[in-house]
């Protein structure tokens, strides 16, 4: 069972460069969502996504963008790259209706900024 | 104040020992309180939760609530070399948009 996929696992870039990083789930929900994980930060909301066709920003939505392509996928876009980006990114989904607050999580991506 | 507030630990103990891990919050909106395991370099999974204030109790895990003082705690029995990980406290209003403490360390050694 493949659950939630996040690629790439790892990333280096430069300053200012742009890149996407994806997610896709193959459990039928509608919920998707993108975290980063800080060292003393935890976990913080990007931008989530409650049904296919809408996005709304979460608690740092600042430096990035989001797309639902559909309802199995879900891609976190850097536009212009910057050191304080470097992160942790996890994607997770849900199904409301479910127990409450289960989300499922991505293995993560490992991303630096240079 | 942040909404919820976690000792980030580490906490290192023995096997076999009895583990408490807590959290406190401060929206008193919140009615379900899911704890998550997270092992190095995974994504964090659920590990249970409760409902409004009280004990749950799941094999060597135990969730209790007490909102009167919003604090939260998970405790482990018999703790295990397995049971290493990092554990996070997520209140919720019972929608699926939760709020994450940063997280306590733990470690359990043989």
């Known amino acids: 069972n493949a659950g939630v996929t996040q690629t790439p696992k790892f990333q280096v870039l430069k300053t200012g460069q742009s890149m996407t990083l994806q997610c896709a789930q193959d459990m039928n929900h509608n919920s998707m969502y993108w975290y980063r994980q800080d060292p003393g930060m935890g976990l913080r909301l990007i931008y989530y996504s409650a049904s296919e066709g809408t996005t709304d920003k979460g608690e740092v939505p600042n430096g990035y963008n989001v797309s639902r392509l559909n309802k199995r996928e879900f891609s976190l876009r850097l536009e212009s790259a910057a050191p304080s980006q470097t992160s942790v990114y996890f994607c997770?989904?849900?199904?409301?209706?479910?127990?409450?607050?289960?989300?499922?999580f991505g293995e993560g991506s490992r991303l630096t900024v240079l | 104040q942040k909404e919820v507030e976690q000792d980030p630990g580490p906490l290192s103990v023995p096997e076999g020992a009895i583990v408490s891990l807590n959290c406190t919050y401060s929206n008193s909106a919140f009615q379900y309180f899911m704890w998550y395991r997270q092992y190095s370099r995974k994504g964090p999974e659920l590990l249970m939760y409760?409902?409004?204030?009280g004990n749950k109790e799941d094999g060597r895990f135990t969730a209790q609530v007490d909102k009167s003082s919003k604090y939260i705690s998970l405790f482990i029995r018999d703790s295990q070399p397995s049971d290493s990980a990092t554990y996070l406290c997520a209140p919720s209003r019972g929608t699926d948009k939760l709020i994450f403490g940063t997280g306590t360390r733990l470690q359990v050694f043989p």
């Open positions: 409760t409902y409004s204030s």
């Open positions: 997770a989904s849900s199904e409301l209706g479910n127990v409450p607050g289960e989300l499922f």
